[in-house]
């Protein structure tokens, strides 16, 4: 079992950052591809940033291509969204979530059913 907890968010105004960050427990982190979702009101949940097992692989929507970027750090069972040049439109809550490297192959997935292990998500605020 993987239980993953987020933090790092809160109100930020447009145009300025805020960095994310995923802490796992349990064991397996280092063979689990990772991923940002977010949601928020009148949307689909959206997938935001993935990263495969090992970092060499990575996705990112459209809308935060070049704005955000995910890393992990194996040593410490975490990983991070930074998120620049933020928009109101990135207002949402955002979940970390967990997925098997094996059951994908060697790359990322951006398939909500293909995640194994969910946070509580933490809410991204930004005011325009």
């Known amino acids: 079992q993987v239980t993953l907890v987020e933090s790092g968010g809160g109100l930020v105004q447009a145009g300025g950052s805020l960095r994310l960050s995923c802490a796992a427990s349990?064991?397996?982190?280092?063979?689990?591809?990772m991923g940002w979702f977010r949601r928020s009101p009148g949307k689909e949940h959206e997938s935001v940033a993935t990263?495969?097992?090992?970092?060499?692989?990575?996705w990112y929507a459209d809308s935060v291509k070049g704005r955000f970027i995910i890393s992990r750090d194996d040593a410490s069972n975490m990983v991070h969204l930074q998120m620049n040049s933020l928009k109101p439109e990135d207002t949402a809550v955002y979940y970390c979530?967990?997925?098997?490297?094996?059951?994908?192959?060697?790359?990322?997935?951006?398939?909500?059913?293909?995640?194994?292990?969910w946070g509580q998500g933490t809410q991204v605020t930004v005011s325009s």
């Open positions: 990263i495969n097992w090992n970092g060499g692989a990575t």
């Open positions: 979530a967990a997925y098997w490297q094996y059951r994908i192959g060697v790359g990322v997935t951006t398939k909500h059913d293909d995640y194994d292990y």
């Open positions: 349990g064991h397996g982190f280092s063979n689990m591809g």
